[in-house]
């Protein structure tokens, strides 16, 4: 497609976007961070080849091919492995065959992706403590963990959004986490996940379920690898996903019951998906849905209130003050028996005040002084005072000056950007997690090809400067990601190193050893011919 042609394509499909917006509740959408509607797909008219797939939320993230040594590449294992499956299974229960030399993203009928050509995003890295979403038509489901094509989203080689055994599942590091619902090929489904320090699943709105444990005793934590990407349509890139994917919601928090029913009713019914119907409830930020159709239902008419009653007033003025006061924390396990109603509980706590600023005041009258209270102008001992009321108010009104100040320091949050570490349900994003400490590059590894003749009698790169040095485009993506990483550590170790002179030079010298070692283990069977040195 000519430049200015495909310009024009993504305007209109930007513009399309936009009149798409996903009809979202307004406290769900803010805490969208990535969305690949089926209008952000730029592929080209006459071959329908996918250039790229365009994040919609606003973070602005961009899914795009891998280069062309790349692909061929990963076509040539893919192809292999999935002829090692065919071979080995009936021909009505083999994997879809592919067209020689195809191995391209297309734009599926209807809407998204077909696979299996991978979609990768380079700025992006998942974490725990969010919910997502996917729409999916798998093509090809086979029992076993090797199965070919069932991976669709996520890093490599831990935290993968795939299918295993029919089912939907999530790779930990303790093995693959299961849904319990056995699923159909060619069936188009909504797939959610759940990460909250454990993987929670849902299929079609359903409630969540927690995962089968792959084995007893495991702890199956979400854990993402640090590789810098995500791929889409396969993961690693040769494992491609047979299937197509129609739309993606990733949302930077751990979404509530109701809220994430909501969000699949969404996409069920953008999609044509048949959802499990449910009786009309009311989700907890006030949206009524009929939870067979997705769509909102007519606010009903606020009934008819009078006022609360005296106890109930009373507790929520002294509520935060009851929680903080110290004398109540001491007596917490005597007095919580003796608190069976509200209004136990606030004669209670305003007894425990009364008799406190008694001992105070008559403290303070034998001291001959006068305490805080009647620097204030609080009543002598003769003054029964103020009404309890009053002096309940006093108090919770101290307390919101103090926590405004506090909010006031906070700073303010982001939904935009996912933050690091594990979410709390429906709290918002969790504050950064603290910056690590730079360390040491970690093991060499091994010799990529051993026995090669390139790999024997020196440096293959001639001892060439490691500081700016790319990986050649024809290695593999795992390969070029793992120089990187070594790369990204090292620089980082060598401006953490605390000190300076000939202990610095030392270090950084051992530094440049320790990537020209990687270097060679990694790529000696790409370099060029004639720079050999020892």
């Given amino acids: 497609m000519p430049p200015g042609s495909r310009r024009l394509a993504w305007i209109l ?179 959610a996940y759940r990460l909250d320090g454990r993987v929670e699943m849902a299929v079609d709105g359903a409630p969540f379920e927690a995962g089968a444990k792959p084995r007893a005793g495991a702890s199956p934590a979400p854990v993402f690898s640090a590789s810098g990407y995500v791929t889409l349509g396969g993961c690693p890139p040769h494992d491609a996903f047979l299937g197509d994917v129609h739309e993606v919601m990733v ?34 930020f006030g949206l009524p849905t009929s939870h067979a159709t997705g769509a909102a239902a007519a606010p009903s008419p606020p009934a008819a209130r009078g006022p609360p009653p005296l106890a109930d007033f009373l507790e929520a003025r002294v509520a935060g003050e009851w929680e903080a006061d110290p004398d109540v924390q001491r007596a917490r396990p005597v007095r919580a028996r003796q608190r069976p109603t509200a209004r136990d509980r606030v004669a209670s706590y305003a007894a425990l005040k009364d008799g406190r600023d008694r001992e105070r005041r008559e403290a303070d009258a034998r001291a001959g002084g006068r305490t805080h209270r009647a620097q204030r102008g609080a009543p002598s001992s003769g003054d029964p005072g103020p009404p309890l009321l009053a002096r309940l108010q006093e108090a919770q009104q101290r307390l919101n000056e103090i926590q405004g100040a506090v909010d006031a320091m906070r700073p303010a949050p982001n939904p935009r950007a996912p933050p690091a570490g594990r979410g709390r349900r429906d709290h918002g994003p969790p504050p950064p997690a603290p910056p690590v400490a730079p360390a040491a590059v970690e093991a060499v590894p091994e010799l990529a090809e051993p026995g090669a003749a390139r790999c024997l009698g020196g440096d293959a790169f001639g001892r060439a400067p490691v500081a700016r040095w790319e990986p050649p485009e024809t290695a593999r993506l795992e390969q070029i990601q793992q120089w990187k990483k070594l790369k990204a550590q090292s620089d980082a170790a060598i401006r953490g190193f605390a000190r300076g002179g000939k202990e610095l030079r030392a270090f950084v010298s051992d530094q440049v050893d320790r990537l020209r070692l990687a270097r060679h283990n990694l790529f000696c069977g790409l370099a060029p011919p004639g720079r050999r040195v020892a």
């Fill in 13 to 191: 499909a930007a513009a399309a976007g936009a009149r798409s917006q996903p009809a979202l509740a307004p406290e769900v959408r803010p805490s969208l961070v990535l969305w690949l509607s089926p209008a952000s797909v730029e592929a080209a008219r006459a071959s329908r080849a996918v250039a790229r797939w365009r994040d919609e939320s606003g973070g602005g993230y961009v899914f795009a091919p891998l280069t062309a040594a790349q692909q061929q590449a990963a076509g040539l294992r893919w192809r292999t492995a999935v002829e090692r499956q065919r071979a080995a299974l009936p021909p009505d229960d083999a994997p879809p065959a592919r067209a020689a030399g195809v191995f391209a993203a297309s734009a599926a009928p209807g809407g998204g992706v077909r696979f299996p050509a991978p979609l990768v995003a380079s700025a992006l890295q998942l974490r725990d403590g969010v919910t997502c979403f996917f729409v999916l038509t798998p093509a090809w489901l086979r029992d076993g963990d090797r199965a070919v094509g069932q991976r669709f989203f996520g890093h490599y080689p831990l935290g993968q959004f795939r299918f295993h055994d029919r089912r939907v599942a999530f790779r930990t590091a303790a093995g693959d986490v299961r849904h319990s619902k056995v699923l159909e090929s060619g069936t188009k489904l909504v797939a």
């Fill in 251 to 284: 949302f930077g928090t751990v979404l509530a019951d109701a809220a994430a029913r909501h969000v699949a009713e969404v996409l069920a019914t953008k999609h044509g998906v048949a959802i499990g119907a449910l009786p009309p409830t009311a989700s907890r």
